[in-house]
C-alpha cells in the first residue's frame, strides 16, 4: 500500500507541476492539456534524465533524477517568475480555468485513481513475473537500476550495452529509484501506473472532441477558454477508457458458448454445419469437453483470445499470429514496449487534435523553410514522436501519421486540397522526422534490429469472420456512425474519387507484393524452390492459382475494411477551400468553411489510419526471424486497436446522443449487445488469474516474494549480490521463456548470457554472442582449472553462480573453484565464488 500510495502522489504532482507547461501548448482542447499533464510530465521529465546521463552530465542516481526534475519544474513555472501584465494576466487564466472547471477535475482524478487502484489490485492478484517475457522486461528495469550512466549495460550479455527500445525501463526505473522500490516490485506497479496514464488520456482525448461538437465551435483562432462543457460531455467521454482498455475481442464469448457445447453438431447429426469448423480458429475447432457447462476450463483459455487470427500455408500448417489487445495485456502484465507505449501514443493524438484545431498556429523558419506551426508546436511533436520511436519503434508510424494527417486537414480547411499539400507533407514530415531522430540520437548508436525489409504475404488474407472476432466492438460503431453522417447528416463526400483511390490502393498492394515475391524468387532460386515446395505446388503459376483462390475465399476481411476506408476518405477529401464571389466591384474572398474541422473530420482521420494499418499486413509484413507476418499484425492491429477505440467511443457516443424512434432504440440494444459479449472476456479471465481471488501468494505487487516461498537459499543470495559490488557474473544459459538467466534478472548484474533467442532478436543476429554458451558449459563441467581460468579472463567475470539449475544443467565439477576461488556466499547448495 506505501509502494502505490508513493508513486500515486508522485504522479499526480508531477502532473500538477506539468499544468502550466501544458496548458500553455494546449490552447485548442477543452481541457487545456490536464489530462495528459501527467504523462506529458513523465516524458519530459525522463527525456531530461536520459540526454543528462547519457551524455554524462549527470550519473543514474536519485541527485541526476532530481536535478531533472528542477529542469521541468523551471520549464513550466518559470514564466511566473517575472513579473510582467501578460503573465499577470496568465495567472489568473489559469486560476479561472480551474474554477470553472472543477467538474472535469474531480472526475479525471477520481478517473485516475480508479484506474490505477483497480490494476494494481488486479495484479496484486497475480503478481508473478516468471513466464512469457515479463522476466526480459524485469532484467531491463534492474539492468538499468545498476547501470551507473547510459547507455545501461545488457544484463544478458556481458561488455554490451541494451539494444532495444528501453525507455519505458527508463522511466519504471526513475519512479523506482525515486521511490526506493525494487524492480520486481516496480514493474507491477509501472504496468498499473501506464493503464491509469491511458484511461486518463483516452478520456481526455474523447473529452476535448465532445467539448467542441457541445461548444458547436469547428475553428478556433484564439486562446479563450471554450465555456465548460456540461454533464453529459463529461460523463458521455467515459466510453473513451471503456473502449480502449476494458472492451475485449469477442474469443471469451466464443469460449464460452464453446464450452457449453452452442454450435457444435449432436453425435445424432455429425453431417450438420459446424460453425466451429468454419470458423477455424485454433483449439475452437476441437469437439469441447463433455459435460458441457458455461465457465471455460480450457487450460489456459484467456490465452487463446490472443490468437484469434489463424494462418496456415498452402499445406495447412499453422503459422502462429499474435493478436493482442489492451486488457489482454494487462491481464497478462507483461510490461512490453507496446504497452509502456499505450500513454504517449495518446499523447501523439492530442498533440495532433490540437494541430488540426490550430492550437499550434505560427511559423518556424528551420532551415530556410517556412513551416506553417509554432515553434513550440514543431518542439513538441518531435519530442514526443521520437519518444514514440525510443519506447517503441514501431509507434513512430502511427503517430507520425497522426501529426501529419491533422496537419494537412488543417493547411486544406486554410487553402483547400492542391498539390501543395504534397509539398506541406514533404516540408513538415522531413525536418520533423530529423528533429525527432535528432533529440533521441544517443539511442541509435547503440541499437540495432531484427527487421531486415518488407516480405510478400502472399498466401494468408485475414478471414473477415476472424477480423469481425477481434474487431466487431468497434466495427459495429464505427460503420453505425459513417451510415449516420451518409444517410442522417447528409454529409458531402468525393465518392467517387475515393473508390478510385482505395481501389487502385488495393491493386497497388496486392501488385507490390506479388512484385517482391517474384524479384526474390528470381534472385533466389533455391530459396524459390524451396518455398514452392513447402507449399506443395509446382511453379509459381500454381502459387498464384492456389493464393487467388484462397483471398478470394477470404475476401470478407477486405471488403469490411474497404466499408470503412472509402466513406471515411470521402468524406475528407471533399475540397473546402475559400470560395471567391465576384461582383462588379472587386472580388471578395469568403472565409473558410469550418466543416472539416468539425470533430468528426478528426474521427474520420482515425478510422483511416487504423483501416490502413489493419490493410497493410493484408499484402505485405516486415521481415524478422520469424519469417511471417506474426509480428507485424500484432503490432499493428495494436495501434489499430488504439485508433479505432477512441473512434469508436466517439462514434457511439454522438450516436446515444442524435438518433431517435426505432434507430435509436436499435442502436442501444446493439451495442449493450455488442458490450455484453466484449466485456464477458475480463469478466471470466479475471476470476481464472486471480485464483477466483484468492491468489497463491497472496495479495502482493512483489514477485520477488514467490522467491522468497519457492526457495528461499536463492532469494537470501539475490538479495545478497544486490548489495554487491558491480561485475559480471556467470550462471547457467538456456532457452528463452524460461527459468534461465534469473540471477542477472532479479540483481542487474550482467552474465554471459541469458536467453539466447532474443539477444539475437534484438541484435539482428547471434553474431555479439559468439561461443558464449558453450565457454559456460565448459566453465562448470572441466575439471582443469587453466581451461576455467581462461574462461574468466576472456569475460572478465567477477562472480561464479552455483545453484540448483547450475547443477541440474551441466556436470558441474566444483573442486576447482573451491582450490582457486575464494567463497563469498553460501547456503544451502547454493555457493558464490569471487574471481581475484
Do not use: C
Not at 207 to 236: D, H, V
Amino acid at each position: 500500500m506505501i509502494a502505490f500510495l508513493s508513486w500515486y502522489l508522485l504522479i499526480t504532482l508531477l502532473g500538477w507541476l506539468t499544468f502550466p507547461l501544458v496548458y500553455r501548448l494546449f490552447p485548442a482542447l477543452a481541457d487545456r492539456g490536464y489530462t495528459l499533464s501527467r504523462a506529458a510530465g513523465l516524458l519530459i521529465w525522463g527525456y531530461i534524465f536520459w540526454l543528462f546521463t547519457s551524455l554524462g552530465l549527470t550519473q543514474n542516481t536519485i541527485g541526476g533524477i532530481i536535478f531533472a526534475l528542477l529542469i521541468l519544474a523551471g520549464l513550466s513555472l518559470s514564466p511566473f517568475f517575472f513579473q510582467d501584465s501578460r503573465i499577470e494576466n496568465r495567472k489568473s487564466e489559469i486560476i479561472n480555468w480551474l474554477k470553472s472547471n472543477l467538474r472535469l477535475i474531480l472526475t479525471a482524478e477520481v478517473l485516475f485513481l480508479v484506474a490505477f487502484a483497480f490494476l494494481a489490485f488486479l495484479r496484486a492478484g497475480n503478481p508473478e513475473l516468471d513466464g512469457t517475457e515479463r522476466p526480459m522486461e524485469l532484467m531491463l528495469i534492474n539492468a538499468i537500476l545498476r547501470s551507473p550512466t547510459f547507455p545501461p549495460h545488457d544484463s544478458w550479455l556481458s561488455g554490451y550495452a541494451i539494444s532495444y527500445y528501453y525507455f519505458g525501463y527508463v522511466l519504471t526505473a526513475l519512479l523506482a529509484k525515486l521511490t526506493g522500490l525494487t524492480g520486481s516490485l516496480a514493474q507491477n506497479l509501472m504496468t498499473s501506473l501506464i493503464f491509469a496514464l491511458a484511461a486518463l488520456g483516452a478520456y481526455g482525448i474523447l473529452y476535448n472532441l465532445l467539448a467542441i461538437l457541445e461548444s458547436g465551435i469547428g475553428n478556433r483562432k484564439s486562446e479563450n477558454q471554450l465555456p465548460a462543457p456540461g454533464s453529459r460531455t463529461i460523463f458521455s467521454a467515459l466510453l473513451a477508457p471503456l473502449f480502449l482498455l476494458l472492451v475485449s475481442n469477442l474469443g471469451g464469448f466464443l469460449e464460452v458458448l464453446h464450452t457449453k457445447g452452442i454450435f457444435w453438431p449432436s453425435d445424432l447429426q455429425p453431417s450438420a454445419f459446424n460453425f466451429w469448423k468454419w470458423l477455424d480458429i485454433k483449439e475452437l475447432s476441437d469437439a469441447p469437453v463433455q459435460p458441457y457447462q458455461w465457465m471455460p476450463n480450457r487450460y489456459l483459455w484467456w490465452w487463446r483470445a490472443s490468437r484469434v487470427i489463424s494462418d496456415f500455408d498452402l499445406m495447412r500448417r499453422a503459422q502462429e499470429v499474435i493478436d493482442e489487445f489492451p486488457f489482454f495485456s494487462f491481464l497478462l502484465g507483461d510490461l512490453h514496449p507496446h504497452v509502456l507505449a499505450i500513454p504517449f501514443n495518446l499523447l501523439s493524438v492530442a498533440l495532433a487534435l490540437n494541430i488540426f484545431l490550430g492550437g499550434f498556429r505560427g511559423e518556424t523558419n528551420l532551415f530556410g523553410l517556412r513551416l506553417k506551426i509554432s515553434k513550440a508546436g514543431f518542439l513538441a511533436s518531435a519530442l514526443t514522436l521520437g519518444g514514440l520511436a525510443f519506447l517503441n519503434m514501431w509507434d513512430i508510424l502511427p503517430g507520425a501519421a497522426m501529426v501529419m494527417g491533422a496537419y494537412i486537414l488543417l493547411r486544406v480547411h486554410e487553402e483547400g486540397w492542391s498539390w501543395k499539400r504534397l509539398e506541406d507533407v514533404f516540408a513538415l514530415g522531413l525536418p520533423l522526422g530529423f528533429s525527432a531522430v535528432l533529440l533521441y540520437l544517443p539511442f541509435y548508436f547503440g541499437f540495432s534490429s531484427q527487421a531486415g525489409g518488407i516480405l510478400p504475404n502472399l498466401i494468408n488474407p485475414t478471414r473477415g469472420a476472424q477480423l469481425w472476432v477481434m474487431f466487431a466492438p468497434f466495427f459495429v460503431p464505427l460503420l453505425a456512425y459513417l451510415a449516420y453522417l451518409i444517410f442522417a447528416e447528409k454529409r458531402t463526400g468525393n465518392w467517387s474519387l475515393s473508390l478510385l483511390l482505395v481501389i487502385g490502393l488495393t491493386l497497388l498492394l496486392w501488385g507490390f507484393s506479388w512484385l517482391i515475391g517474384w524479384l526474390a524468387f528470381l534472385k533466389e532460386s533455391a530459396f524459390a524452390q524451396s518455398y514452392l515446395a513447402q507449399q506443395g505446388v509446382a511453379d509459381v503459376a500454381e502459387l498464384f492459382r492456389a493464393a487467388m483462390s484462397r483471398r478470394f475465399a477470404s475476401i470478407g476481411g477486405l471488403l469490411t475494411l474497404l466499408a470503412l476506408l472509402v466513406p471515411a476518405l470521402a468524406f475528407l477529401i471533399v475540397d473546402h477551400r475559400p470560395q471567391k464571389i465576384d461582383d462588379k466591384a472587386s472580388t471578395v474572398n469568403r472565409q473558410p468553411s469550418t466543416n472539416l474541422l468539425h470533430p468528426s473530420s478528426f474521427i474520420l482521420l482515425l478510422i483511416l489510419l487504423g483501416s490502413l494499418l489493419v490493410m497493410a499486413p493484408e499484402f505485405v509484413f516486415l521481415r524478422d526471424q520469424f519469417g511471417w507476418r506474426m509480428n507485424t499484425i500484432f503490432k499493428f492491429y495494436y495501434q489499430a486497436w488504439l485508433l479505432w477505440s477512441l473512434a469508436a467511443a466517439f462514434g457511439t457516443a454522438v450516436l446515444l446522443q442524435k438518433l431517435r424512434g426505432a434507430w435509436d432504440w436499435l442502436f442501444r440494444i446493439g451495442i449493450f449487445l455488442l458490450l455484453f459479449m466484449s466485456l464477458t472476456y475480463p469478466a471470466l479471465a479475471i476470476p481464472t488469474k486471480t485464483n477466483n481471488l484468492k491468489p497463491a501468494l497472496g495479495w502482493t505487487l512483489d514477485d520477488f516474494n514467490r522467491i522468497r516461498r519457492g526457495n528461499p537459499d536463492e532469494a537470501a543470495a539475490i538479495e545478497w549480490l544486490k548489495s554487491a559490488p558491480d561485475g559480471v557474473i556467470v550462471e547457467s544459459v538456456g532457452g528463452s521463456y524460461t527459468a534461465y538467466a534469473r540471477i542477472s534478472t532479479y540483481t542487474g548484474l550482467p552474465t554471459l548470457l541469458g536467453w539466447p533467442g532474443h539477444e539475437s532478436q534484438w541484435r539482428g543476429g547471434s553474431d555479439p554472442q559468439g561461443t558464449r554458451q558453450d565457454d559456460v558449459k565448459l566453465l562448470y563441467s572441466t575439471s582443469n582449472w587453466q581451461t576455467a581460468l581462461a574462461i574468466l579472463k576472456k569475460y572478465n567475470v567477477r562472480y561464479v553462480y552455483i545453484g540448483g539449475l547450475e547443477r541440474s544443467t551441466y556436470p558441474v565439477q566444483e573442486d576447482k573453484f573451491r582450490r582457486y576461488l575464494k567463497q563469498i556466499f553460501q547456503l544451502g547448495e547454493i555457493t558464490i565464488y569471487e574471481v581475484p
